[in-house]
């Protein structure tokens, strides 16, 4: 009798957790462009994925850093904060240098872009197609451009060429990469700021992509360590 109540409690649970799920991504659908997209393309996996465990996209996403690197650093970029160099500065910066360039941690960066901005082709959506055309034409000197365009005039392309002259790549030729289609990253980058409410300056600290932890600018150096600390235990270093 005992064993009959548990399967039915078991069953029970089982039913209302999947009318649950059922009714949270209806809503979700009715208002997230993103879960549209993925459920009319019939990607299920990033509805769950975003949805469920709020995993920021991170597949083809400049790298810097061994790109089999057990830990990831996300780094949402804002070229218009005037708080994002100070992030490279106090935060990125040794990152960089105590788990980056020892190998136990990659850097992937993502763009803040707002919605119209994409749509007109202008702002923050210009500063991330150099940055993926950068690396798309062989750029190795991803961090650096990024950290020198924060330094740029507002909206100043020909500061923006110099910048990707100065690390590398010619200004010719990031034009003519930018006049082909942009990439889907950029798209996915814009939905996330416009239906998550993404945090720029922040990074995701994370085990490729999974369990992110987000950090800001007034993210104490120790609990950045720690967190960093808890992830690698996770996975048994």
């Given at each position: 009798m005992k064993k009959s109540l548990v399967i039915l409690l078991i069953i029970l649970i089982l039913i209302g957790t999947g009318i649950y799920y059922f009714f949270a991504v209806k809503i979700e659908y009715s208002k997230n462009k993103l879960v549209q997209e993925n459920y009319n393309s019939g990607n299920y996996g990033e509805i769950y994925s975003y949805y469920f465990?709020?995993?920021?996209?991170?597949e083809n996403r400049p790298i810097v850093g061994d790109e089999s690197?057990?830990?990831?650093?996300?780094v949402i970029t804002d070229f218009y904060s005037p708080?994002?160099?100070?992030?490279?500065?106090?935060?990125?910066?040794?990152?960089?240098?105590?788990?980056?360039?020892?190998?136990?941690?990659?850097?992937?960066?993502?763009y803040y872009i707002t919605e119209e901005?994409?749509?007109?082709?202008k702002g923050r959506f210009i500063y991330g197609y150099v940055s993926y055309c950068y690396t798309k034409l062989g750029g190795k000197n991803q961090y650096d451009l990024i950290y020198d365009l924060l330094s740029v005039e507002k909206d100043n392309i020909e500061e923006i060429y110099a910048v990707t002259n100065k690390n590398g790549i010619s200004k010719s030729l990031i034009q003519a990469c930018m006049t082909q289609e942009p990439p889907k990253t950029l798209y996915e980058d814009m939905l996330e700021t416009k239906s998550?409410?993404?945090?720029a300056p922040s990074t995701q600290i994370s085990i490729e992509g999974e369990d992110s932890t987000p950090i800001y600018v007034g993210t104490s150096s120790q609990n950045i360590n720690n967190t960093i600390r808890s992830k690698q235990i996770r996975i048994g270093i």
């Open positions: 465990v709020q995993k920021p996209m991170i690197a057990p830990l990831t650093f996300t708080t994002m160099k100070q992030f490279f500065d106090e935060k990125l910066s040794w990152l960089k240098e105590g788990y980056v360039d020892n190998g136990a941690a990659k850097i992937k960066f993502k901005e994409y749509n007109e082709k998550y409410r993404i945090v």
